[in-house]
């Protein structure tokens, strides 16, 4: 059965199948920052951003993963894993442990990173760590990333961390 199935396929159709599909678009890519990106949320949602989830199937992107310093061998980790899927509209990817480069010259940010709430802890603390992290985000943002980046907040309290953000 196997055999016959292959020999209806012709050379053409293997080809087609066997050649990595590269992006039509002659727009320069898109830097995509995502925070804590050596974590599980965000390590969930690279996958999708890269395979053109986020913003179309012709749009290549530049990812840029920014974690904490103490999470750079990870950052490495999850380069190595994207890099070996191949994604057609991935260009680069830029770990960073710092925010100057994190965002630098960024279009989109997902900003999944944040201190999360632990046992005891009231929302008023949360607030209180949370909100140093997204107020040194929030000046590198608006020092070296593009002027109409838009930003997706996904680190608790939300509300209050886009408030910090502006």
């Known amino acids: 059965m196997l055999t016959k199935t292959l020999n209806r396929i012709t050379r053409n159709q293997i080809h087609n199948i066997a050649a990595r599909t590269m992006s039509s678009s002659d727009a320069p890519p898109k830097r995509v920052a995502v925070t804590g990106a050596a974590g599980n949320i965000a390590y969930s949602i ?5 395979a053109g989830e986020f913003l179309g199937k012709n749009q290549r992107i530049i990812l840029h993963l920014v974690d904490l310093p103490f999470a750079a061998q990870k950052l490495q980790g999850v380069m190595a894993e994207l890099h070996d899927c191949a994604f057609p509209l991935l260009d680069e990817v830029v770990c960073c442990t710092d925010n100057v480069s994190g965002f630098t010259d960024v279009d989109y940010a997902f900003m999944v990173g944040s201190k999360p709430r632990g046992p005891g802890m009231e ?3 949360l607030l ?3 909100g140093a992290i997204f107020v040194g985000v929030g000046k590198a943002m ?4 593009k002027r109409d980046c838009k930003t997706i907040v996904v680190g608790n309290p939300a509300n209050t961390n886009c408030l910090i953000l502006q």
Do not use: E, F, S
């Open 142 to 145: 608006a020092d070296h990333a």
């Open 128 to 130: 209180k760590d949370n």
């Open 46 to 50: 690279l996958y999708r951003i890269a």
């Open 123 to 125: 929302r008023a603390d």
